[in-house]
């Protein structure tokens, strides 16, 4: 039985837990994800202005979501790590920063590829795509420290105190750049306020691919972690080797 | 404290090289960039106060690595880790020794180079004004970077990667400062969030630059 979370901080709990957990995440992240892009692509009508092109939304959204998503669990795993010092967490905070960079990518990707029939250009200096590229940039930052600094307890102590600082500084480009530029892009389809912005025709199949993009992201993070553990473990044993 | 600032201002003076490399290279900027755009004076006039706000800029990002990599390398850092007097003291006093290198000339430089890019004359006050008050934030962050990669051997790419990301909020109020003292507008909104950013950075990075340090010393 499990008694609380910080169990998980024991690598080989984790390990055990994560071995049957990712292949059952991993299936359910593929038939979500499949399931709530078919479902977008091919099952609704097009839209009466943007026609066909507005369906990019289901892997726009979805990936910008968990761009943003993706800086925050790097956040709350980096001070976990600072305050209670599990290697888990460091290495999780690794995991998921190739994953967050890769969907920062793909939101902008999209966002080009829509913005270029319904704007008329593939980039303008938008606040929300200026923001994105500034997110883009910090996650380049916090992956080449991972990169430069060998010993890896000090290259997660480091990284955790670039990803804290760079949180408010992310937080403050964001409002800056929103004072510093009114944009093109529309305002938040989906919101906990009251007013329906979106048909339920679009909205639930939207919801069936971010759910379904959450799930990679765990996935991914989740393997990552494992292979973090495990290369982890090789170098002890090549140590220990090396001393005998 | 004090004596340790005029310890860095003393040897950024007499080692020569730094001190003058920013002032250089702002003023490379400012030469080439109408080589470059052509003469027509209008347009220079509306793209100078963004460009002197990224020479600015890139002239603070060129010293950085300078900050705390020779006292690292001759262990003086190790000393001051050691001493009575709290780390975060020393980065604040490292950040102001740069701050006066450095962001002071830098400002004083700019109004010259404004000239060069045909400034509208109201801005001139506006951007001495901006960089006075922005580019210490410059030099707070500065040296949280360079406490980041203290312990590299090439940290100087890294650096500004690092940076570089920190310093938007700065540059965009900043340049916006300029912009709105040029066209007459009201430049109260962006000159106290610069104010503001500058006062925060400063009394919170160096805390987290400590720490850095403290990680790398280890």
């Known amino acids: ?34 399931v709530g892009l078919i479902w977008g692509f091919f099952f609704t009508s097009d839209d009466f202005r943007q026609g066909s092109t507005v369906k990019i939304l289901f892997l726009h959204v979805p990936s910008a979501l968990m ?7 790097m956040l709350v795993v980096s001070l976990i790590w600072l305050i209670r010092r599990h290697h888990v967490s460091a290495l999780a905070a690794k995991a998921a920063a190739p994953v967050g960079l890769a969907m920062t990518v793909i939101a902008l990707f999209t966002g080009a590829i829509w913005g270029q029939p319904m704007w008329g250009t593939w980039w303008v200096w938008d606040p929300r795509l200026t923001s994105f590229l500034v997110l883009f940039l910090f996650y380049l930052g916090y992956l080449a420290l991972w990169q430069a600094i060998e010993d890896p307890d000090t290259a997660a102590d480091l990284t955790a105190v670039l990803c804290l600082v760079g949180s408010v500084f992310a937080l403050l480009s964001r409002y800056a750049v929103f004072f510093w530029s009114q944009g093109l892009h529309q305002g938040p389809s989906l919101s906990l306020q009251a007013g329906e912005r979106m048909d339920m025709a679009y909205k639930l199949p939207l919801y069936v691919a971010m759910t379904g993009f959450g799930l990679i992201f765990v ?10 553990i495990r290369a982890r473990r090789i170098k002890a044993l090549v140590a220990r080797e090396r001393m005998g | ?6 310890r860095d201002l003393r040897l950024a003076v007499r080692a020569g090289g730094g001190f003058g490399l920013g002032l250089a290279f702002f003023l490379i900027l400012a030469v080439l960039v109408p080589l470059g755009v052509g003469p027509e004076s209008a347009l220079l006039a509306r793209i100078a106060p963004g460009i002197l706000w990224v020479g600015a800029l890139l002239a603070c990002l060129l010293s950085l690595d300078r900050i705390l990599a ?40 700019a109004p010259v180079l404004g000239v060069l890019l045909s400034l509208p004359a109201p801005a001139y006050g506006w951007l001495v004004l901006s960089l006075a008050l922005g580019t210490p934030a410059l030099s707070v962050i500065g040296t949280f970077g360079a406490a980041l990669t203290v312990g590299l051997r090439r940290g100087g790419l890294l ?8 310093y938007v909020p700065t540059l965009i109020f900043g340049a916006e400062v300029v912009r709105r003292g040029a066209d ?8 106290a969030l610069l104010a503001g950013i500058t006062l925060g950075a400063a009394a919170l990075l160096p805390f987290a630059s400590a720490a850095a340090i403290r990680i790398n010393l280890r």
Do not use: C
């Open chain 1, 1 to 34: 039985m499990v008694s609380s979370y910080w169990e998980y901080a024991n690598p080989t709990r984790f390990m055990q837990t994560s071995g049957w957990l990712l292949p059952v995440v991993a299936v359910l992240a593929v038939v979500t994800t499949a």
């Open chain 1, 67 to 73: 761009a943003i998503n993706a800086w925050l669990m």
């Open chain 1, 219 to 228: 996935a991914l993070v989740l393997l990552g972690t494992r292979t973090e």
């Open chain 2, 1 to 6: 404290m004090i004596a340790l600032l005029l």
């Open chain 2, 70 to 109: 020779l006292d690292y390398e001759d262990g003086s850092l190790d000393l001051l880790a050691t001493a009575p007097i709290p780390l975060e003291g020393v980065v604040t006093m490292k950040a102001a020794a740069h701050w006066i290198t450095t962001g002071l000339p830098l400002t004083l430089l």
């Open chain 2, 159 to 166: 650096l500004s990667l690092l940076v570089l990301p920190l």
């Open chain 2, 184 to 191: 007459g507008l009201s430049v109260a909104t962006p000159l």
